[in-house]
């Protein structure tokens, strides 16, 4: 049978969820077991699961419970526990559980029915004969997940199944973690080795999913069942700390007397409760430090009626109180990926004690014990939304199942999709990532832009080519934090996968399930773009025709040597080509080479522009004498000029020739840096764009690519420099471009 379990617990249990009481049930089942209850009558044994069940859904036709309880009982007669209770006593408390948690009529009738399709003569088809096809579907969802083997490595087609059923209904899971917290609850029967193994499950897969479902009731609880049987010593010790703080004057009863006497003061009507720490949250907090206090042994909760109220109780907290700011949160305004919203905060009361404080309306509340059972029945039709036919709508799904689908139905290998199920379940945190568009995007903690991409796009995201986080460039690599601004930068055309699609680097940067299957799909099926996505550039051929403009050596230094920044600049040209990057030679004008527009305070001087700034105008600027009777010339901001004012050499006048000087116009060079996403063909559109400005590339450099980054050098030649600024215009617009600045000058100053 499914359900193994004796009656007695292996240890005490803390204050929460409530417990059935498994001798009434003895006399219960007896009673039902000497006669059915007379017509419209409800059994004694299901009584109190009515009376429960009426608190949260007072108008609830309790006949189809009666009914369900009848054909569990007599299916189930004759069956017995292994602690000797009849086998009737699972499916109610199961059912009681549920109760508690504010499921609906559904919910608790296929619950009541949960094992009779597997250990009974009843069949599915007698379930939707009697109970409708709701109930049916759900019955033989809970059906399939009770044949999975959780940890077994030969199961994950049939657990990929069962997750998509889940997944279709949230009820079938809802069931299945009351099934498996009762049976948790009565374990102490199983023999040591049986207990860590169930245990292990549970705390791998099922917690993990109770999590998710935003089941907190059901989750805390586990933890605690799970950290006594695995962690027995651990256990222990926190158990006799708690003790030892019973007989202790209660620090949070104090705080809690202290924020109803500031709220009722401020006119809010609020109801203040003290929260105790469930054992593992004890345990966490003990780790994180240290030696624990009164207050770190519970939080307290703060109920209202709205979430305007929420804010304003927050707003009197932090006023009457002293704030503790890195502990606020608002999960109103952002909720978490499993529906949960409050606010979060910590204050230090009069005795410096700081008391961390839960802020939460009452719907809230419910949703954060009950996750998607409190939602009651979400895929009956509802105004407004529309289904697909053949489909309920369900406009309520948390994020995380639906992602779950979408990645399940694109992984066709199951052992694929169980190791990335696994990966996906270990994440214990989620972070909010806030979208350019004002949107929120949830992403498991150590998220990259990559997931987020995916997460977003889905296989559009294979035309990512960069993103901005907090206003800044950052890689696709580039780890998110909660509360991060992200802007995602696709190419202009999202459709052309061949020219803009993901390199198997991407993977060592994907952490969600979602991000590496769609990634690895587009690899499998595109085999023979993954070395042409890793090349740096272009091919050679690309820049093979853009050669030295005039064919001579490079002379920039005075005296005829190098300046300190063109030798550095050579020395990274050398370096780029034996790390294969693309380089080419740059131009020289050559000695005794006249610069057109330039007028200079030395009769019979040649002049040449200075390669480490390339002055045009209407730039500020100043010259030097060098041998062989030039003038090299600076813009006035270049740090050469400061080292050669510094070592004494004298400036020489030269200003820009005008019309009446008779020498206006000719030609300028300026050098240009791009900054941009590596793809194929960025090297070709990038000349493309320069020559369609009407400039002339003298030099190009081309430096190999870092974190799917590049940067281009081009030495140009421009026949007005009038036309820089629309020419570095030109150049951003390229797709995957993202930066043109000048040399020695911000872009915002070409402008």
């Known amino acids: 049978m499914s359900a ?40 004694d044994a299901i009584e109190h699961v009515a009376k429960v069940h009426r608190v949260h859904h007072p108008g609830a036709d309790l006949d189809v419970l009666r009914k369900a309880y009848v054909l569990a009982e007599s299916s189930h007669r004759g069956q017995m526990r292994k602690s000797g209770e009849p086998y009737i006593t ?77 997944g279709n209904d949230v009820r079938v899971m809802s069931i299945k973690l009351a099934d498996r917290l009762h049976n948790m609850r009565t374990l102490g029967v199983m023999r040591p080795e049986k207990q860590a193994r169930i245990a292990k499950v549970t705390r791998d897969v099922l917690i993990p999913l109770a999590e998710r479902l935003g089941v907190q009731a059901l989750k805390t609880e586990l933890e605690d069942l799970v950290f006594a049987i695995l962690h027995p010593e651990e256990y222990a010790r926190t158990r006799e700390l708690l003790l030892a703080h019973a007989g202790r004057p209660d620090p949070l009863a104090q705080a809690a007397e202290d924020v109803r006497g500031v709220l009722h003061e401020a006119g809010i009507t609020a109801e203040v409760l003290v929260r105790p720490r469930h054992f593992v949250s004890v345990h966490r907090v003990g780790l994180k430090r240290g030696e624990l206090t009164g207050t770190d042994l519970g939080r307290l909760l703060v109920l209202v009626a709205d979430d305007a109220d929420c804010y304003a109780v927050l707003g009197e907290l932090h006023t009457c109180f002293t704030p503790v700011i890195s502990e606020f949160k608002d999960f109103i305004a952002v909720p978490k990926f499993n529906l949960y919203q409050s606010l979060h905060t910590a204050v230090a009361g009069r005795d410096g004690e700081v008391t961390e404080v839960l802020i939460r309306t009452h719907q809230m509340h419910r949703v954060a014990e009950a996750g998607v059972i409190a939602l009651g029945n979400p895929y009956a039709p509802t105004e407004g939304v529309d289904a697909p036919e053949g489909e309920r709508a369900d406009p309520t799904r948390p994020g995380w199942l639906s992602r779950l689908l979408d990645w399940q139905s694109a992984t066709p290998d199951p052992d694929i999709f169980w190791t990335s199920l696994r990966d996906d379940l270990a994440q214990d945190r989620e972070i909010t990532v806030f979208r350019s568009d004002g949107g929120t995007l949830g992403l498991p903690a150590g998220a990259s832009c990559v997931d987020a991409a995916y997460a977003l796009y889905g296989d559009d995201a294979h035309s990512c080519i960069g993103a901005r986080v907090n206003g800044r460039i950052a890689t696709l690599s580039t780890v998110l934090r909660d509360g991060d601004t992200l802007q995602l930068l696709m190419a202009s055309d999202a459709r052309d996968t061949a020219s803009h699609g993901p390199s198997p680097e991407w993977l060592d940067h994907a952490r969600t399930p979602a991000a590496r299957i769609a990634i690895n799909r587009w690899l499998a099926a595109h085999p023979a773009s993954q070395h042409e996505l890793r090349e740096p550039a272009e091919a050679p051929e690309s820049a093979s025709g853009l050669t030295d403009h005039d064919g001579q050596d490079r002379q920039d230094g005075q005296d005829g040597h190098e300046t300190q920044d063109a030798q550095a600049t050579r020395g990274s040209q050398a370096s780029q080509a034996s790390h294969g990057g693309q380089t080419v030679a740059p131009a020289s004008t050559g000695a005794g080479r006249p610069e ?11 002049v040449r522009l ?24 600076h813009r006035e901001r270049c740090p050469g000029v400061a080292r050669m004012t510094s070592a004494g050499r004298t400036a020489v ?21 791009a900054e941009a996403f590596s793809r194929p063909h960025l090297l070709a559109d990038l000349t493309e764009a320069i020559a369609a400005e009407g400039a002339e590339v003298v030099a190009a450099a081309v430096e190999p690519p ?21 020419l570095m215009r030109a150049m951003r617009n390229v797709p995957g471009v993202y930066d043109v600045t000048r040399e020695g000058r911000s872009m915002a100053a070409a402008h």
């Open 90 to 166: 699972h499916p109610l408390a199961v059912t009681l559980i549920l109760a508690e948690l504010g499921a609906e009529t559904t919910t608790l009738t296929a619950s009541l029915l949960h094992d009779t399709v597997e250990d009974t003569e009843v069949t599915l088809d007698q379930v939707g004969e009697e109970f409708g096809e709701e109930v049916r579907f759900l019955v033989d969802g809970v059906t399939k997940l009770e044949k999975v083997d959780y940890g077994a490595a030969a199961e994950p087609e049939t657990f990929r199944k069962m997750l998509v059923a889940t």
């Open 4 to 43: 193994e379990a004796t009656d007695q617990a292996p240890f005490g249990r803390r204050r929460g969820l409530p417990r059935i009481d498994l001798r009434n049930l003895r006399r219960f089942s007896r009673a039902a077991l000497l006669g059915s209850a007379s017509r419209g009558r409800l059994p």
């Open 610 to 633: 200075a390669r480490c700034c390339t002055p045009v105008p209407p730039d500020a600027i100043t010259g030097f004498a060098v041998r062989g009777g030039a003038v090299t010339v």
């Open 706 to 726: 870092r974190e799917q980054r590049v940067r281009h050098t081009y030495t140009l030649q421009l026949p007005d420099a009038g036309r820089l600024p629309a």
């Open 653 to 673: 006048g030269v200003r820009w020739a005008d019309e009446d000087d008779g020498d206006g116009g000719g030609d300028y060079r300026v050098t240009l840096f």
């Open 596 to 606: 057109a527009g330039i007028v200079v305070d030395l009769p019979g001087a040649t």
